[in-house]
């Protein structure tokens, strides 16, 4: 893999030469095996502890978890008081349950601030349940938080921050508490879900497995596999496993351009070719100066001091850059070619859509 960039600014063109990626890979690199897969859990609950970093007077839902946390030790607070509490946070746990774990197996857990809260950093997590996409509890989370930031401010209103201290992790910070079924070991087939669909991977899949374990594997599309399985678990464990370290070849896919408007990242995939074409870049700059002239007449004249505004506007025409592309050049061409001409990013961006906009591009622009 190679990468070139250019220079000027925060901006930067990114060339990866994907060719080497087509080479064979082990099927676990392209596909997943349907029925193993992770599953997202989250929940709503309470970081205490903070030295006076937590949710203000503004979150209201804070004193409301406040009042029914307490109200569940038999603390009653008067009718119609809200406790503030700036040791305390409300938060949204997130975790990740990995497919095939049992009861009493720990996950690590994500912690955000939900409300105004300046810094998680120190805080302990009450006990949260984190629930799946069907309201079912899977897993209890509760722990002491690990915030890699830092949040200080003065009297005076400066402040300074380094990294985000409104997030925080707390490892192996949950417990399993329900397991989730999976159909793995009950359907007759396994089925491989092709992470890049691609009609070509798909039939080399088919016959890579079929020359090593005899026919027993045929492609429903461009997106899956169905493989003929052993039925004891164990077998299927073991034959699933001898799948996943088999070399497939990988079939050739659509060179791409991908714009990164937000960050001004422009990625030229090495299967990008183009038609002769003939591209112009330049650079029209205008600048307008703003100043002021003072007349001041002679001790005599009798006449009174004056200032009158002054304008100045330049156009500054940059030196003009044309170039050609013949039939099918690499990806390497082009880029030594942009190079040359000292083309930032945004330019790039602009004559590559151009040049697809005039049909000079193999390839797919996509933008995101």
């Given at each position: 893999?190679?990468?070139?960039?250019?220079?000027?600014?925060?901006?930067?063109?990114?060339?990866?030469?994907?060719?080497?990626?087509?080479?064979?890979?082990?099927?676990?690199?392209?596909?997943?095996?349907?029925?193993?897969?992770?599953?997202?859990?989250?929940?709503?609950?309470?970081?205490?502890?903070?030295?006076?970093?937590?949710?203000?007077?503004?979150?209201?839902?804070?004193?409301?978890?406040?009042?029914?946390?307490?109200?569940?030790?038999?603390?009653?607070?008067?009718?119609?008081?809200?406790?503030?509490?700036?040791?305390?946070?409300?938060?949204?746990?997130?975790?990740?349950?990995?497919?095939?774990?049992?009861?009493?197996?720990?996950?690590?857990?994500?912690?955000?601030?939900?409300?105004?809260?300046?810094?998680?950093?120190?805080?302990?997590?009450?006990?949260?349940?984190?629930?799946?996409?069907?309201?079912?509890?899977?897993?209890?989370?509760?722990?002491?938080?690990?915030?890699?930031?830092?949040?200080?401010?003065?009297?005076?209103?400066?402040?300074?921050?380094?990294?985000?201290?409104?997030?925080?992790?707390?490892?192996?910070?949950?417990?399993?508490?329900?397991?989730?079924?999976?159909?793995?070991?009950?359907?007759?087939?396994?089925?491989?879900?092709?992470?890049?669909?691609?009609?070509?991977?798909?039939?080399?899949?088919?016959?890579?497995?079929?020359?090593?374990?005899?026919?027993?594997?045929?492609?429903?599309?461009?997106?899956?596999?169905?493989?003929?399985?052993?039925?004891?678990?164990?077998?299927?464990?073991?034959?699933?496993?001898?799948?996943?370290?088999?070399?497939?070849?990988?079939?050739?896919?659509?060179?791409?351009?991908?714009?990164?408007?937000?960050?001004?990242?422009?990625?030229?995939?090495?299967?990008?070719?183009?038609?002769?074409?003939?591209?112009?870049?330049?650079?029209?700059?205008?600048?307008?100066?703003?100043?002021?002239?003072?007349?001041?007449?002679?001790?005599?004249?009798?006449?009174?001091?004056?200032?009158?505004?002054?304008?100045s506007i330049k156009v500054e025409q940059g030196v003009g850059h044309m170039f050609k592309w013949p039939?099918?050049?690499?990806?390497?061409?082009?880029?030594?070619?942009?190079?040359?001409?000292?083309?930032?990013?945004?330019?790039?961006?602009?004559?590559?859509?151009?040049?697809?906009?005039?049909?000079?591009?193999?390839?797919?622009?996509?933008?995101?």
């Amino acid at each position: 893999m190679n990468s070139r960039f250019l220079n000027g600014g925060c901006l930067l063109l990114a060339c990866l030469l994907l060719a080497p990626l087509l080479a064979a890979q082990p099927l676990r690199n392209l596909v997943s095996v349907e029925g193993i897969r992770d599953n997202q859990l989250i929940g709503y609950g309470l970081v205490v502890g903070l030295a006076g970093s937590g949710d203000g007077s503004q979150a209201k839902y804070v004193g409301q978890s406040l009042t029914n946390l307490l109200q569940q030790f038999g603390l009653k607070l008067p009718p119609g008081t809200s406790p503030t509490a700036k040791n305390t946070a409300a938060v949204m746990v997130s975790a990740t349950f990995p497919s095939g774990y049992s009861k009493g197996q720990t996950i690590d857990v994500t912690v955000s601030s939900l409300g105004d809260a300046k810094s998680l950093r120190g805080g302990t997590l009450l006990l949260t349940p984190l629930r799946g996409v069907d309201g079912e509890v899977y897993a209890l989370a509760q722990g002491n938080l690990v915030v890699p930031a830092l949040a200080a401010q003065g009297n005076s209103g400066s402040s300074v921050t380094v990294n985000l201290p409104t997030a925080g992790r707390i490892p192996r910070g949950a417990s399993i508490e329900r397991e989730i079924a999976t159909d793995f070991d009950s359907k007759p087939t396994v089925k491989l879900s092709l992470k890049r669909p691609n009609f070509q991977t798909a039939t080399n899949i088919v016959n890579a497995v079929n020359r090593q374990f005899g026919r027993i594997a045929s492609a429903r599309d461009a997106t899956s596999v169905e493989v003929v399985a052993p039925q004891d678990p164990t077998q299927r464990v073991a034959f699933v496993a001898r799948l996943n370290a088999m070399n497939v070849e990988v079939g050739a896919e659509v060179g791409k351009v991908i714009f990164n408007t937000r960050t001004g990242t422009v990625v030229v995939g090495e299967g990008v070719r183009v038609h002769p074409a003939a591209v112009s870049h330049g650079v029209l700059k205008v600048v307008i100066s703003e100043g002021y002239n003072v007349s001041q007449p002679n001790a005599l004249a009798g006449g009174n001091t004056t200032v009158t505004p002054s304008s100045s506007i330049k156009v500054e025409q940059g030196v003009g850059h044309m170039f050609k592309w013949p039939d099918g050049v690499s990806l390497q061409t082009i880029i030594d070619t942009v190079n040359s001409t000292g083309a930032t990013p945004d330019d790039i961006m602009a004559i590559l859509q151009a040049l697809d906009e005039a049909g000079a591009i193999d390839g797919e622009l996509v933008v995101i």
